[in-house]
C-alpha cells in the first residue's frame, strides 16, 4: 500500500531520555510548521516527544546544500514548540542511529548536516553513539555572564555556545531550581538576543557533575547534549582545565535526570560526546489525524 494512502511514516527515539519524533523525508517534501510540529509532539493528543528530528538529503534542503560534499543527511531540528534550533545533541546521536537502522548507511562512522556544521558519529556495537560536537565557544566581554532567576533565587551564569545558546549556573543543590515550570529568567536579555537554554549544576565528585535543564522551546526535558557539553567546559574552566592551553584532554561524566553522558574536551579544543542513542518504535501517523497534504505531500 503506498504511503500516500495510509498515513506518514514516523519513528520514535530517545537518547538518555531526550525524546524525539523522527520523520523520514528524504527528498524534502514536507513543509513543517511550527503548529504541526507543536501537534506532533504533544504528549497527550499527538505522539508526544521534546523534540522532532526531520531527516533530509542534505542535497535536497536549501539550508543543507552548502554541506552536501561532506554529509549525506542533514538533522532539521525543531523544538516541541515548533521553534527552529541549530544544533541537538542528544538528536544527533539518535538520528545517526536511525540512520542505520533504516539501512541508509552502512559506515559505522556517519557525518550528519546540522544548522551549526557538520557533526561525525561513531556508532559502537552496544546503543553507544559517539559525536564530535566541535569547539565550545565562549563569548567575551558583556556576554559572557548573565544572571538567571528561579523565584526568589539568582544565580551567575557562564555563557557557552554549543552551535546553540547555553547559560550555565552552578548551585548548591538542583532542588532549588524548583518546578522549572516556565522558563528561567536571564539577564541581560541582550546577551540572548534569540533565547537560551539554561542548565543548573552540582558537584557529584572529582570531575563529575549532575544536571537540570530548562530547554529554549521544550521546557524541562530528561537530557539535554549541547547543554551537557557547555556544562563540562564551564565545570572545567571553573576547575582550572583548559585542555588547548594545557595540552592535554580532560573529561567529565555528566549526569542527567535521564542517564549518564560522557565528555571530553581534547587537547585541540573539540568536544566529544558519549552516549545511548536508542530507537523505540516505529509506525505510521493516521491520515485522519493528520492528512499529508496539510504538510504538502
Ligand atoms: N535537546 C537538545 C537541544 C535541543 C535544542 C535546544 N532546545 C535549543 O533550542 O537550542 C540537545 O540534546 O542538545
New binding site residues.
Given amino acids: 500500500m503506498s504511503t500516500a494512502l495510509v498515513g506518514l511514516p514516523f519513528l520514535k527515539g530517545h537518547g538518555t531520555e531526550?525524546d524525539f519524533v523522527i520523520l523520514p523525508d528524504p527528498l524534502g517534501d514536507l513543509s513543517l510548521s511550527p503548529a504541526v510540529v507543536a501537534r506532533l509532539c504533544d504528549r497527550r493528543a499527538g505522539v508526544g516527544g521534546?523534540?522532532l528530528l526531520r531527516v533530509v538529503r542534505c542535497d535536497a534542503l536549501s539550508e543543507g546544500r552548502a554541506l552536501a560534499d561532506r554529509a549525506t543527511w542533514f538533522m532539521d531540528?525543531r523544538?516541541a514548540d515548533g521553534?527552529v534550533?541549530?544544533?541537538?545533541?542528544?538528536?544527533v546521536r539518535v538520528f545517526a542511529r536511525y540512520l542505520w537502522h533504516a539501512g541508509l548507511t552502512d559506515d559505522t562512522e556517519i557525518a550528519v548536516g546540522t544548522r551549526a556544521g557538520v557533526r561525525t558519529a561513531r556508532l559502537s556495537a552496544d546503543d553507544g553513539v559517539t559525536v564530535g560536537m566541535g569547539r565550545a565557544e565562549l563569548p567575551s566581554g558583556p556576554g559572557a555572564t548573565a544572571a538567571v532567576t528561579v523565584g526568589e533565587r539568582t544565580w551567575p551564569a557562564l555563557h557557552v555556545d554549543m552551535g546553540?545558546?547555553h547559560a550555565v549556573a552552578f548551585v548548591e543543590d538542583l532542588g532549588h531550581a524548583g518546578a522549572l515550570l516556565d522558563a528561567p529568567g536571564v539577564a541581560p536579555a541582550a546577551a540572548y538576543p534569540h533565547g537560551t537554554?539554561v542548565e543548573f549544576v552540582v558537584d557529584r565528585g572529582p570531575a563529575h557533575v549532575a544536571l537540570r535543564v530548562h530547554?529554549?522551546?521544550?521546557g524541562e526535558?530528561r537530557?539535554?547534549?549541547?547543554?551537557a557539553c557547555a556544562v563540562m567546559v564551564a565545570a572545567a574552566r571553573r576547575d582550572g582545565h583548559d585542555p588547548v592551553a594545557d595540552g592535554r584532554a580532560v573529561t567529565y561524566t555528566v549526569d542527567v535526570p535521564g542517564g549518564r553522558l560522557l565528555i571530553t574536551e581534547r587537547a585541540d579544543g573539540m568536544v566529544e560526546m558519549t552516549g545511548p542513542a536508542v530507537i523505540v518504535a516505529e509506525g505510521v501517523i493516521d491520515r485522519a489525524w493528520l492528512d499529508p497534504a496539510e504538510l504538502g505531500r
Fill in positions: 531526550n521534546d523534540g531540528y523544538n521553534s534550533a541549530e544544533m541537538c545533541g542528544n538528536g546553540n545558546p537554554n530547554e529554549r522551546g521544550s526535558t537530557s539535554c547534549g549541547t547543554g
